[in-house]
C-alpha cells in the first residue's frame, strides 16, 4: 500500500478530516471559474460606486484588479478618471501619462488627460494636444467635440463652429453638436440695462433717479462694465460714471477691479475704487476677498469684504458678504470702525422667471455732517426681486427695498430696469 493511499484512508476514517479535504477540493475546482468573473463582476461594482459618486469605494476595486493585472489599460485609465472627477487633477495627469508612455495612443489617455488639462484651464495647451490627434484622424467625433468645446472656453467661437459642425457632416443627430452650435449662434456680447428707481423717506421729501449701463463680455474670460448714474438726491447733484473689469484666470479664478468718480456733492463718495478677489474651491462653491476705497469731502472709508458665493442647488444660489469699514474723518482726524454684512438668495425658477430676497444690516457714523445728508445710522434693509427674460435677448428687472433706521425712520425704494442682449 503506498503512502498516498494510507493518506486516503486515513481521512476516510476521520469524518472531520473528509470534510475538510472534499472542501478544499471543491473550493480548487471552482476557483478558476471565480477568476474568469471575477474582472467582470467587479468592474460591474466599481462602475456602480462611480455612477453613485462613492469614488473611494470605485478606486479600491479598480486599483486591486490593477495590481493583478499593471496592462489592464482600462481600468488603469478609469483610476485616473476617478481621481480626477475627485479634483485630484496632478494625479489624474500623471496616471494618464503613465499610461501613454506604455501605449502612446492610447485613445481613452489621451481624451482623459486633455479632460484634465482642459478643467485646470489650460486650454491651449489641450487644444495643441487635439489638434494633432485630429490631424491623426480628421473623423474622430470624440476629438471633434473636444476641440469644439474648448475652442469655445478659450473664446476661439469662429473655430469652435466649425469643429461643432464637421461632427454635423458626419453625425447629423450628434446632440452635443448641435447644442454646441445652438449656444453659440445664440450667444450674446453685449448689454445695455436702462433703469429708473425711486426713493421714498418719511423724515425728507422722495427723490429719484435713472442710470444706463453698458456690459461687454467675451465668453465669461473678460467683462467690462460702463454705467452712468443721475439722482438728485437731498437737494445735491449725485452724478456718477462708473467704469469696472473682471478677468477669470484658469477656471475657477477671478480678479475685478472698479473706478467710480462723482464730480460735485457730498451726499455720495467723490471717488470710489474697489478690487476683488475670487477662487472657486468647487464648481459650487466660491469664496473671495474685496477692497473698497470711497473718498467723501470730510472722510475716507476703507472697506474689506470677504464674501461667499455657493450654488445650494443648480437653481438656487447664495451669497454672503460681511462688510467691516474703518472711516477716518479729516476734522476732528480720529477714525471710527462700523460693521455691516448682507445676504442674497436667488432663485432661477425657470428661465423666463428669477426671483431674489435681499437682507443687509449695517451702521454709519459720520460725525460732523448732517445726520439727514449721510445718514447717521443704523438699519436692516430688507429686499425682493425678480429678473424676468422674454427671450434670450430681452427682459426687465423690478425691485423694492425697504430699510428700517434708527430713531424711528423709514425708507421705501423701488426699482424697475429694462435689458437688451445683442
Do not use: C
Request: no cysteine; hydrophobic share 40%.
Amino acid at each position: 500500500m503506498t503512502h498516498k493511499r494510507k493518506y486516503f484512508q486515513s481521512l476516510r476514517a476521520s469524518p472531520t478530516g473528509w470534510l475538510a479535504f472534499t472542501f478544499l477540493a471543491s473550493l480548487l475546482q471552482v476557483v478558476p471559474l471565480v477568476a474568469q468573473i471575477s474582472r467582470a463582476e467587479q468592474m460591474a461594482r466599481a462602475l456602480a460606486h462611480v455612477q453613485a459618486q462613492e469614488y473611494d469605494a470605485a478606486l479600491r476595486i479598480f486599483q486591486a484588479l490593477a495590481a493583478e493585472n499593471p496592462r489592464d489599460y482600462e481600468v488603469r485609465n478609469w483610476i485616473a478618471r476617478v481621481e480626477s472627477q475627485k479634483g485630484n487633477y496632478a494625479h489624474a495627469e500623471q496616471l494618464y501619462a503613465a499610461v501613454l508612455a506604455e501605449q502612446p495612443h492610447n485613445l481613452e489617455a489621451e481624451l482623459g488627460l486633455i479632460d484634465v488639462i482642459s478643467w485646470q484651464g489650460r486650454y491651449q495647451e489641450a487644444l495643441n494636444r487635439l489638434r494633432g490627434m485630429y490631424e491623426r484622424d480628421p473623423t474622430n467625433i470624440e476629438v471633434l467635440l473636444r476641440l469644439g468645446k474648448i475652442s469655445h472656453w478659450n473664446g476661439e467661437r469662429k473655430a469652435a463652429l466649425r469643429y461643432y459642425r464637421e461632427v454635423l457632416a458626419l453625425d447629423p443627430n450628434n446632440q452635443e453638436a448641435l447644442q454646441g452650435v445652438t449656444l453659440i449662434t445664440s450667444e450674446t456680447r453685449y448689454q445695455i440695462e436702462l433703469g429708473y428707481f425711486y426713493e421714498d423717506f418719511d423724515f425728507v421729501t422722495g427723490t429719484n433717479g435713472q442710470y444706463a449701463e453698458f456690459i461687454y463680455t467675451d465668453n465669461l474670460r473678460n467683462t467690462v462694465r460702463g454705467r452712468f448714474h443721475y439722482q438728485n438726491k437731498f437737494k445735491e447733484n449725485n452724478t456718477r460714471f462708473a467704469l469696472g473689469v473682471t478677468h477669470r484666470f484658469f477656471k475657477r479664478t477671478y480678479v475685478s477691479g472698479e473706478a467710480i468718480l462723482a464730480p460735485t456733492g457730498t451726499v455720495v463718495p467723490n471717488q470710489e475704487y474697489s478690487a476683488e478677489f475670487t477662487q472657486g474651491l468647487h464648481p459650487t462653491f466660491y469664496i473671495g476677498l474685496g477692497y473698497h476705497f470711497m473718498n467723501f469731502r470730510v472722510a475716507n472709508v476703507h472697506l474689506l469684504t470677504p464674501l461667499l458665493n455657493w450654488d445650494l442647488h443648480p437653481k438656487l444660489h447664495l451669497f454672503l458678504r460681511y462688510t467691516p469699514a474703518r472711516t477716518t474723518f479729516d476734522f476732528p482726524r480720529r477714525s471710527v470702525w462700523n460693521h455691516g454684512g448682507w445676504v442674497r438668495l436667488a432663485w432661477d425658477t425657470t428661465r423666463t422667471f428669477s426671483p431674489y430676497l435681499v437682507f443687509a444690516v449695517g451702521s454709519e457714523s459720520f460725525t460732523g455732517l448732517s445726520a439727514d445728508q449721510l445718514g447717521r445710522f443704523a438699519a436692516q434693509t430688507y429686499g425682493v426681486g425678480t429678473a424676468i427674460h422674454f427671450n434670450t435677448r430681452q427682459g426687465f428687472r423690478l425691485g423694492y427695498f425697504f430699510q428700517n433706521r434708527s430713531q424711528g425712520h423709514r425708507e421705501h425704494s423701488f426699482s424697475l430696469a429694462y435689458l437688451l442682449r445683442f
